[in-house]
């Protein structure tokens, strides 16, 4: 008799367990398995948080910048002497830097053409924008597009104004290319003010007859 009634016991149970709808079992989330594995201690491991801000500012791709497309080289000043490296031909030909000025920062391109070094003032001429490009056998300017002479600065058309007459002064020291601060600054305010000459050209008059020592006898005459 007891054993009817355990084998009788059984198979309530067995039923039970079978009569469990699937629909009824809570469906465990997606990624629930990787994000609950542990170690061996059972601790649950850090997962990476892609939406993070450090993760993200990691990914995200860097920003463009007007100064990432050319060959920028800071400038070493000090009092009136500015002194940038004397490779530029390793720089594609050709350097950017600017100067430190009260209101903006000036910007200057410099390079190589047959031995010799040419610096400009970034600043176009013609539109009075800043930014000009070395485009391989003219300057460019980035904003009207006009372009000009490596050696004489002549726009490319009639239109538009040219480069002031005249080349900066530089001298070479080891392995710098030296320059004028004061020089650079008047180059890049007349070149933006649409001057027709790079620098005042000074004249010095010879003094009036009337001036000229007439006494006798003259040093040295007999």
């Known amino acids: 008799m007891k054993l009817a009634l355990v084998a009788a016991l059984l198979l309530l149970a067995g039923l039970s367990v079978a009569c469990v709808a699937p629909d009824d079992v809570a469906e465990a989330p997606a990624g ?9 201690s059972g601790e649950a491991l850090p997962s ?50 600017s100067l430190p000025a009260e209101e903006e920062e000036l910007e200057y391109i410099g390079y ?17 924008s800043q930014g000009l490009s070395h485009g391989g056998t003219m300057l460019v300017c980035h904003s009207c597009s006009t372009m000009f002479d490596f050696v004489t600065g002549e726009a490319d058309d009639e239109e538009s104004a040219s480069f002031p007459q005249g080349l900066l002064p530089y001298g070479v020291a080891d392995t710098l290319i030296r320059m004028s601060f004061a020089e650079l600054v008047e180059s890049y305010e007349r070149t933006a003010a649409g001057e027709d000459t790079l620098f005042e050209v000074v004249v010095e008059t010879p003094p009036d007859d009337e001036d000229e020592d007439t006494s006798w006898p003259r040093c040295c005459a007999r």
């Not at 990691?58 to 009136?80: G, K």
Request: proline share 9%; aromatic share 6%.
């Open 32 to 40: 629930t398995q990787e994000a609950n594995s542990g170690d061996a």
């Open 48 to 97: 990476a948080d892609l939406d993070a801000p450090e993760a993200a500012e990691e990914l995200a791709p860097a920003p463009p910048s007007r100064r990432a497309a050319h060959v920028w080289v800071e400038p070493q000043i000090d009092r009136d002497a500015v002194t940038i490296p004397l490779d530029v031909e390793e720089n594609a030909g050709h350097v950017h830097f």
């Open 112 to 128: 190589m053409l047959d031995g010799a070094f040419y610096v400009r003032a970034a600043v176009c001429p013609s539109c009075g």
